[in-house]
């Protein structure tokens, strides 16, 4: 059976519909897996700007936990110094004091030795025992006892205190624990408020660290998004090329025919055009890289 021309244009012309329509929407495909890709990379650029930044931010952490630990040290020192400043003016203040002309300590009945009474010491008896009173701790012959106990602890503080006025040494010894006491409450304010510091600048470099890995994991996932459009994206482009070229082909046949109908050569009015969609269809053939305009210019045949 014979089949002629005629009967083949029809065929050929749904045929050309049907791959036309296939290849727009293969490109269109494309076009929206590009544009999803490109919102992918966007975020996942974000992303890794917010992680360069966080990243800094852990290093200038990084330095000031650094410097403020290094404070510490030197400022432990320091109310290491301070420390025995105090010892040695608490020494020296015990080595003058009226109560240590006495003969030696005494003891308790179990054989202690009982502590010697210092103006602070005998200050503080002093006080609970007048806070007693005020309670009414003390009644009948007990507040009797307990008053001449009072009246003993006042007079013996009253002489402590005359002879260390007239003891100029002892005084400037006292005032120099005085100095001493408050420099070593400096040097540990000065400790406390450096561990502090490197504590606090630690903590952020903790809770920043966590931050960089979380905003990585999305970044990560944003890449993957990337590189799964990319290759759908990728494959609709490759579907619309084929496309493209069984197009082109279908269109050669319609177009032979027409001429071959009319009786036209090649240096026909449709010349110019043909050459240009045959030069792209070569180099599309070749592998190179076509662009958009020329693309559709294929796909309308010219």
């Known amino acids: ?56 931010e852990v290093q200038r952490q990084k330095v000031i936990r650094d410097d403020a630990n290094g404070a510490v040290r030197d400022a432990k020192s320091e109310r290491a110094a301070k420390n025995q400043e105090v010892r040695d003016a608490k020494d020296k203040i015990r080595e003058l004091s009226p109560e240590r002309e006495r003969s030696s300590p005494q003891n308790d009945r179990r054989g202690r030795r009982q502590k010697e009474d210092t103006p602070a010491s005998l200050r503080r008896k002093i006080e609970i025992l007048e806070n007693e009173f005020e309670m009414g701790k003390h009644v009948g012959s007990n507040e009797d006892k307990a008053m001449d106990q009072l009246k003993r602890m006042k007079r013996k503080l009253r002489d402590m205190s005359e002879k260390e ?107 110019p055009a043909r050459v240009e969609v045959q030069d792209l269809m070569s180099k599309l053939m070749s592998g190179e890289t076509l662009s958009t305009e020329e693309l559709m210019v294929l796909q309308r045949g010219g």
């Open 1 to 56: 059976m014979v089949i002629r021309m005629e009967d083949l244009v029809p065929v050929l012309e749904g045929l050309r519909k049907t791959v036309d329509k296939k290849a727009t929407g293969s490109r269109d495909v494309r076009d929206g897996l590009n544009e999803t890709m490109r919102g992918h990379i966007g975020t996942r650029n974000t992303f890794n700007s917010q992680v360069r930044e966080l990243i800094s």
């Open 165 to 271: 006025d007239s003891n100029v040494e002892l005084k400037a010894a006292r005032e120099q624990l005085r100095a001493a006491i408050d420099a070593q409450e400096e040097a540990h304010q000065t400790v406390t408020e450096a561990a502090e510091c490197a504590q606090e600048a630690h903590d952020l470099m903790l809770k920043l660290s966590e931050e960089v890995d979380r905003l990585r994991e999305q970044a990560d996932a944003s890449q993957a998004e990337v590189r799964r459009a990319k290759r759908e994206a990728d494959r609709a482009h490759q579907s619309y090329i084929v496309s493209l070229r069984c197009l082109h082909s279908i269109q050669d046949i319609m177009r032979a025919k027409r001429d071959e109908g009319s009786g036209s050569s090649k240096g026909g009015r449709g010349a």
